[in-house]
Structure formats: structure tokens, C-alpha cells
């Protein structure tokens, strides 16, 4: 097993060596130009296209009578581009949507492909015998002649990339702005189009038409959970394609009779759920922390302003209050409130005081005395420049005081030129 | 009775059942999340095959339409909490319980009567070789099968037409009429799932898509009302069964591939010949616009000289 495993690590078998090689490369150009149609919300065509090249293949099969690759791929090419403009003249030219459009292409260019495949199959002709793997892909199966010619168009895919990244880029996000700065917008699309039947036509030959889609959608998408730059989008896009490539072509090879296509597809959908779940910024996790942490700032904050207006009241800022009393001024459920204030007190903006009650430090005064502030400028704000009637503007006061940044707070002041009093008749305190 | 009648008519009620549910998925606009639930119930129908041992079972039909109504909620939530966009939540969650699927019956190869091939393109050509005896004739027990689910769907469809035309054509007359849109997507889901997995042993997954989407846009596109609607994208499939049987037949190939390939042609057809939204009815529509035009702009033209 050990030793097994590390022949696989250093790629020792030269047919093992083919099938991951092979893998890898396949996944690269899929995945890198799966960016530029997820992008454009095109993910979805890409579907319909790796199921169109089924008829593709089996046509050039029947001219030219051998599994020559070039000559399915040119195949594959021709009639996956002709799905593609058919999709397009249909949403064009009818009431048909393009759900529909990519469904009806999707389904009924593959049925033709399942048909004559099928017809092939039962005349007999010779050789024809792994025309099927393109269903659901030939990884394993895969000769050191494929990985040259596939692997090759992969390399050429990357090339062109890389050379017309920057109108590509300008294309997929803003195609009015493109034609407006005289870029030649209906050809790239049109190149970007080319270039997704290409990826396609490679990447089918790893996983198989109906699993294509992963190969285009599901490295992209779990690179966009990581950044928001193009660039690095596509590379993470690349080295998650190449890293399932590998590793499913490891899985299959660990159990026989284990499909590489759909393993690769399954340990790409591993990395995007790990995406989707971990991902610093735009991660699900990292959104529930952030949204967590709001809620707490927030009802800190107003725990602050709260102790800080009943010091207004009485005159006595830092004088102990009970939770009850508290409670008289800002209904806040006893335990949250309890809550709010032990952390509070780890901060060191209130203290603990004998019979359960709580003192403001300075540095709270300070504190509740900024939200505070804050608060009744933005009413200031909202009646004076927005022209809301006094009695409108707390609620939206009361939310925006805790995003206020303090060069936001700066502006205000100078734009109000420091006012004395709130809306409410109420004095704003300054530092 | 022979053969060729009783894959016609299973093909018929195949692509009926799917036509009547997919319509609606057609008019909603989420053709491909039917797409999507075709391929995932894949890992369920697996699955049940595994605990049941047989095809036909309530239960099986039970579990897939729990898959696919859990693949219209993954959908939802990695679209919804994920932030993804809608095609690719799609396309990110049919693959991935597809190639579950596909793993499973590799893995289970002995254990379930089911390979890849059927899973593309079903066995329609062999339905006639499981029969059983009713009122002393042999029926092919897949006709009782899809004769109960087009029943069902028929009175599914019946039931809540008023429901489920407002939730497609007026999302919020529906809100404000109280008839709750989420709650109707699921149960259009759940039916697609059921409507799934029972035809998916005749015509297998990417097929089922060809007789969700093709009859009802088909047929949306010769008719402006609902009713209408649903009888053409009825008699589409008949249609396309009959069709797909003789060209199967012609070219030695597979049925239901052939049967999406009929119902291709005959939105083709539709689509530049329908009398009311055909492209080439449109042209002219348009030609005499122009000409109406230019011919009131002649006699404007002759009145002022």
C-alpha cells in the first residue's frame, strides 16, 4: 500500500503517469476559462455545450471511420459552436428564455449524439469500441497520444489567455464600455465563445460530457469565494482544476473499477464547499463571525449611550446603576443586557459596583459620550440637509451610529459647524 | 399486441408526465433546475435501489423525490447564504450528486441492475419483456407505472391550476392573494423529482430534460393560453414518441435519443412556422408595418405638394 502509493506520488508508472499528467492538464483549461463564463453568467451554456460535441464526435467518427483525435475534435468544435449560436438566434428571435434555450439545446443535441452513437454501435463498424467513454470520460483509459493532443490544446488555451487577458477582462465585465473604447467587442465574444468550446472539447476527454459543467463552473466558483481580482481568480481556478485532476486520478487508481471523471468532479466539489465555508471575506463562516460581531458592537454600544443618558439625566456619569434601572431606559432582555456588560467590563468601559450594579469608567463616559454624540449629529444631519421632520430621524439615527467612522464624524461636524443642540433640544456632548 | 405500440405508448406517457410538470418549469423560467433535479435524484434512485432491491417501489419513488427536492434546496441556500449566483449554484450542486451517482453504481456494480448506458438513455426498447397480466392481457409493467403518474400529475396539475398559473405568471398577485410562492416552487419541485425518477428507467436522466422543456416550449410557442398550453405540449409528446419510435427504427439507434431528437425538430418547426409567434409570421407582420408606413407617408407626402 505504501509503497503503492508512493509510485503513484512520483508518477513511477509510466500509464499512471499519462492518466494523471493527462488529468491535470485537461482541468487547467477548463477551469481557467470556466472563470471568464462564470463571470459573464454564461455557466450554464458551457453545460449545454460539452453535451452538444456528443453529435460532433460521432459524425466525424462517421466520415472519417477512425478515432482519429484531431478529426473528433474538429467534430466536437463544429457542433458545439453551432449549439452556441442556435441558443443565440432562439432567445433572440422568439419569446423563449434562456433557461429554455440552453435546456432544449443541451437535450436534444445530446439525444442526436446518444442516437447516432447508439447507431454506430449496432452497425458494428470496427473499432469503434471507447466511442462511449466520451459519456462520462476516458481518464483512465487515456494514451499518450491523447495527453499530447489534449494536453497540447490546453497549453494553446492558456497562451491565448494570457495574451488577450486585459480585453477579455473588459469584454466578460462591461461589453457597451468595450465597444464604446472602440475594442472590437463582437470579436472577443466570439473569441471567448471559441475558446469555451475548445475547453470543453479537452476537458470532456477527463470526465465525460455530462460532468463537463463541473469541470467549467465548480473550480471557478470556489475561486471566487477567495478574492475579487481576475487574475487571481483564474489561477486559483487552474490550481484547484489541476490539484482534483490529480488527486482523483489518485482515488481511482488506489480501487479499480473506481470512474477518475466523476472522482475528479467529487474532490472539485469538496474544494468548493471548503471554499464556500472558509473563505476569509466572502466565506459563510467568515459571514456569520461578521454578523455576529456587529450584533455585539452594537448592543454594547447602546449599553454605553444608555448609561451615558441616564448620567445626562442625573448629572452623575459614573454613578451605579442596576440592571433594572437600565432596563427603565432602554428595554434590553435582562440576560443579553448581563451579557453586554461582562464583556463591557473586560474591556474596561464599566466596572462591577456592590449590589449587582454597574458604573461607567471614564473611558466609558468618553465612550458613551462619542455614540451619543453621533447619534444626535446625524439627526442633525437629517433635518437640517435632508429635510426630515424631527420626529422621523431617530430610527435611522439610532443604526447608523455604530458604522460612523470617525472622518465621518469630522465631516459632520464641519459641515454643521459643531451644533449646540440636537432636533430633539437636547445638548450634543464634545469632547 | 406488438412492441412497437406499447413503446410508443410508454414513451407517450413518459414524455406526457414530464410535459405537463415541465411547462410550468418552461414558464417560470427554471427549465435548468429541472435540468438539475433530473441528474441528482441519480444518487437517490442508487440508494434505494440499494434498500429496496426494486425498481417500481413507493418507497424508491419517495426517496429520489426527497433528492430532488433537497437538490432545489441546495440550489436555494448556496444561492440565498452562499451569495453564488443562481447558474452556477446550479450547475456546482447537479454535478457534484451526479458524480456521487455515478461512483455509487461503479462502487455497487453487482448489487444494482443498473449501468451507466441506462442511466443516459433508459431501456424504452425493452419494456415489453417485463409484463404482467391485466384483465388477461400482458401489459408491460412500466405502462402501469407511467399510466399512474400521468394520472397523478393530470390531477396534480387539475387541482391547483389556479395556483400554480397565478405563482408563474404574477408572483406577487399571488403573495397578495395569500398563495404562498416558496411554498408552491417546492411542491412544482417535488412533483418534478417524482416525475424524474418514475420516467427515468424509460428514457433515462438528459432525455428526461428533452420532455420537461421541449413539449412545453413547444407548445408556448403556438398559443398564448395556458390551457391550450398543456393539451399541445400533450399531444407534442405523442407527437415525438411516435416520431422518435419510427426514426429509432430507421436508423437502428436508440428510441428515446431519437425522441428528443423528434421533439427538436418539432420546436424547429414552431419556431419559425407557429401562425401566432413564429419568426416567419413575425416578418411579414413586420414587412406590412413598413409598408402600411411608407404608404401613409406617401399620401402625407401627396397632400402637401
Given at each position: ?34 472563470c471568464?463564463?462564470l463571470l ?180 471557478a466558483a470556489a475561486a471566487r469565494y477567495w478574492t475579487e481580482r481576475l487574475g487571481v481568480m483564474i489561477l486559483l481556478a487552474?490550481?484547484f ?30 474544494i468548493f464547499f471548503v471554499s464556500l465555508l472558509s473563505a476569509p471575506k466572502r466565506g459563510v463562516i467568515a459571514q456569520l463571525l461578521r454578523r455576529r460581531k456587529n450584533?455585539?458592537v ?105 458604522v ?28 | ?77 448556496l444561492h440565498r447564504k452562499g451569495k453564488l449566483q443562481?447558474?452556477a ?217
Open positions: 500500500m505504501n509503497d503503492s502509493l508512493f509510485d503513484f506520488l512520483v508518477l513511477r508508472d509510466l500509464s499512471t503517469r499519462t492518466v494523471v499528467i493527462g488529468s491535470m492538464l485537461l482541468g487547467i483549461g477548463s477551469a481557467a476559462i470556466g471568464f463564463a459573464r453568467k454564461r455557466a450554464l451554456v458551457g453545460d449545454a455545450v460539452a453535451h452538444s460535441v456528443l453529435p460532433g464526435i460521432a459524425i466525424a467518427f462517421l466520415i472519417v471511420g477512425s478515432k482519429d483525435p484531431l478529426a473528433l475534435m474538429v467534430g466536437a468544435v463544429v457542433t458545439g459552436w453551432f449549439s452556441m449560436i442556435a441558443m443565440d438566434y432562439i432567445v433572440r428571435n422568439s419569446r423563449i428564455r434562456e433557461d429554455a434555450a440552453i435546456g432544449l439545446a443541451l437535450s436534444v443535441f445530446f439525444g442526436l449524439g446518444i442516437l447516432l452513437l447508439t447507431h454506430i454501435q449496432h452497425t458494428g463498424a470496427a473499432n469503434q469500441s471507447g466511442l462511449d467513454k466520451f459519456l462520462f470520460g476516458q481518464a483512465a483509459s487515456l494514451l499518450a497520444r491523447d495527453v499530447a493532443v489534449f494536453g497540447s490544446v490546453s497549453l494553446i488555451l492558456l497562451l491565448v489567455l494570457i495574451v488577450t487577458f486585459k480585453e477579455l477582462k473588459v469584454v466578460s465585465f462591461d461589453p457597451d464600455f468595450t465597444r464604446a473604447i472602440g475594442f472590437p467587442a463582437r470579436f472577443l465574444e466570439l473569441l471567448l465563445t471559441t475558446l469555451l468550446v475548445v475547453a470543453v472539447v479537452a476537458g470532456i476527454q477527463a470526465v465525460g460530457v455530462v460532468l463537463m459543467a463541473a469541470m467549467l463552473i465548480t473550480p487552474s490550481l482544476g489541476i490539484l482534483s485532476g490529480y488527486v482523483g486520478a489518485f482515488i481511482s487508481y488506489l480501487e479499480p473499477h473506481m470512474p477518475t471523471g466523476p472522482w475528479i468532479v467529487v474532490v472539485a466539489s469538496f450584533v455585539r452594537t448592543l454594547e454600544e447602546n449599553i454605553l449611550k444608555t448609561m451615558h443618558r441616564m448620567g445626562e439625566a442625573d448629572r452623575e456619569m459614573q454613578d451605579p446603576r442596576s440592571i433594572s434601572e437600565i432596563q427603565n431606559y432602554r428595554s434590553i432582555p435582562a440576560a443579553v443586557l448581563q451579557r453586554g456588560l461582562l464583556r463591557l467590563a473586560s474591556e474596561g468601559y464599566v466596572t462591577s459596583q456592590p449590589n449587582k450594579k454597574w458604573s461607567l469608567t471614564t473611558q466609558g463616559v468618553v465612550e458613551g459620550a462619542r455614540i451619543t454624540r453621533l447619534h444626535r449629529l446625524w439627526e442633525v444631519y437629517l433635518t437640517e440637509y435632508v429635510r426630515i421632520a424631527p420626529d422621523h430621524v431617530h430610527d435611522d439615527a439610532e443604526s447608523i451610529e455604530h460612523l467612522t470617525p472622518e465621518l464624524e469630522v465631516e459632520l461636524q464641519r459641515l454643521l459647524q459643531r451644533p449646540a443642540i440636537d432636533p430633539h433640544q437636547q445638548t450634543i456632548p464634545y469632547r | 399486441m406488438d412492441a412497437a405500440f406499447w413503446i410508443i405508448l410508454t414513451g407517450t406517457l413518459a414524455g406526457a408526465s414530464c410535459a405537463l410538470v415541465g411547462s410550468f418549469l418552461v414558464l417560470r423560467k427554471m427549465s435548468m433546475l429541472g435540468d438539475a433535479i433530473s441528474h441528482a435524484v441519480l444518487p437517490g434512485i442508487v440508494i434505494a435501489f440499494l434498500m429496496t432491491g426494486s425498481r417500481s417501489s413507493i418507497p424508491m419513488l419517495l426517496g429520489a423525490a426527497l433528492f430532488g427536492l433537497l437538490t432545489a434546496f441546495i440550489v436555494e441556500t443562481q447558474d449554484s446550479i450547475g456546482v450542486t447537479f454535478t457534484w450528486l451526479f458524480a456521487i451517482g455515478v461512483i455509487l453504481i461503479s462502487r455497487y456494480t453487482g448489487m444494482v441492475d443498473l449501468d451507466q448506458d441506462c442511466v443516459l438513455y433508459g431501456e424504452i426498447a425493452y419494456v415489453t419483456l417485463d409484463t404482467v397480466a391485466v384483465w388477461g392481457v400482458q401489459v408491460p409493467s412500466a405502462i402501469l407505472t407511467l399510466g399512474g403518474l400521468f394520472i397523478v400529475n393530470l390531477l396534480f396539475v387539475g387541482v391547483s391550476f389556479k395556483e400554480l398559473k397565478i405563482t408563474a405568471f404574477d408572483p406577487s398577485l399571488a403573495l397578495s392573494l395569500g398563495i404562498s410562492a416558496t411554498l408552491w416552487h417546492y411542491v412544482l419541485m417535488g412533483m418534478v423529482s417524482m416525475t424524474t425518477v418514475a420516467t427515468f428507467w424509460s428514457v433515462g436522466a438528459i432525455l428526461v430534460v428533452a420532455m420537461l422543456i421541449a413539449p412545453g416550449a413547444t407548445a408556448w410557442l403556438l398559443t398564448d393560453r395556458l390551457r391550450s398550453m398543456l393539451l399541445y405540449s400533450l399531444l407534442l409528446s405523442l407527437a415525438s414518441a411516435i416520431g422518435g419510435y419510427y426514426l429509432a427504427v430507421a436508423l437502428d439507434g436508440s428510441i428515446a435519443g431519437a425522441m428528443a431528437v423528434v421533439s427538436g425538430i418539432l420546436f424547429a418547426l414552431a419556431l419559425f412556422f407557429s401562425p401566432t409567434h413564429g419568426i416567419l409570421v413575425r416578418r411579414i407582420r413586420l414587412r406590412r408595418v413598413v409598408e402600411r408606413e411608407a404608404k401613409i407617408k406617401g399620401g402625407d407626402a401627396a397632400l402637401q405638394s
